[in-house]
């Protein structure tokens, strides 16, 4: 059974900056990519970012790139989103996900589910 457990959420002023980690258990966690999604009240999960295996490669939604930084400690099995210079536009729920590869993830590969953790920016 594996596990994913976020922390690091919370309320920010526009422009600050916060640290998402997501802590996994239950299998081996270096050999699969890890990802970022996160949903706002009344719409779908979305993209934001994804790293591989060896955290070597990165992708970012484009409404991220330039703020947000995702990044791995395979020794701690635990990943991580940076996030600066965030907007209200931002606020979600964020949910770190295990991919079925890798080298990315994807809503169409995602193995594992964390249970999220709230980001409220305010303006």
């Known amino acids: 059974q594996v596990q994913l457990v976020e922390s690091g959420g919370g309320l920010v002023q526009a422009g600050g900056s916060l640290r998402l980690s997501c802590a996994a258990s239950?299998?081996?966690?270096?050999?699969?990519?890890m990802g970022w999604f996160r949903q706002a009240p009344g719409k779908e999960r979305d993209f934001v970012a994804t790293?591989?295996?060896?955290?070597?490669?990165?992708d970012y939604a484009n409404s991220v790139k330039g703020r947000f930084t995702i990044s791995r400690d395979n020794a701690k099995n635990t990943v991580y989103l940076q996030m600066n210079s965030l907007k209200p536009e931002d606020t979600a729920v964020y949910y770190c996900?295990?991919?079925?590869?890798?080298?990315?993830?994807?809503?169409?590969?995602?193995?594992?589910w964390g249970q999220g953790t709230q980001v409220t920016v305010s303006s």
């Open positions: 239950g299998r081996t966690f270096s050999p699969y990519a």
């Open positions: 996900a295990q991919g079925n590869n890798y080298q990315a993830v994807s809503n169409d590969d995602v193995d594992y």
């Open positions: 790293i591989n295996w060896s955290g070597r490669s990165t």
